[in-house]
């Protein structure tokens, strides 16, 4: 039986049985699904930015950014999200080695950094929040929670997805699928990175300095 593809018929009983012995999961695909599910959030927290920048100087006669935001605060935070962005890459390279201890020990490296970010900009929410700085306080603080607390949400989901894969790598090992797996992760941790430095950069600096 002749086929464009690798098609094949079987007869079991008299009755043919198809089967094909193609990959089933067709090379790249993860990885063009994945940029397309980045670009799609590209465009919500470009929403987001495009939403602080018409509202951010709304202050409704409440505390401004100059009254709220402490920077070197902020500026801890954000060395702990670069520098797990540094580790991440660390446990791409021992991954690259099939180093499957010192790559799950980099992981976890990461995720303590995560945690550290997600602490810290937990308690500056808190602060905020028991100051009377609110997100229904105005509609500056409105957008500010909003977007800074939509990229909390992501890191949050980040590191869950990370806990998961440490626990697949741990007991398959670094196998194609885990070294897919951690490869997704990897951009979409490096994203987050680079759109905290552009809250940093709009909403705090510009805040605290426009």
Sequence with gaps: MNQTHTDQVLQNEGAPAFYTTEEHHPE?????????YLMSDCLIFAVLFATHAVVGRN????????????LNLVAINTAMLLFSSITYGFAMLQMERN?????????GVTMLFGLAFLTIELYEFYHLIHEGAGPTRSAFLSSFFTLVGTHGAHVTAGIIWMVVLMIQVAKRGLIVENRRRLMCLSM?????????????????????LG
């Design 28 to 36: 790249n695909s993860t990885m063009l699904g994945f940029w397309l």
């Design 59 to 70: 202050f409704a006669a409440g505390p401004t950014p100059a009254d709220l935001f402490d």
């Design 99 to 107: 180093a499957k201890a010192e790559t799950l020990f980099w992981l």
């Design 188 to 208: 979409f941790w490096h994203f987050l990175d680079v759109v905290w430095i552009g809250v940093f950069s709009f909403v705090y600096l510009l805040g605290v």
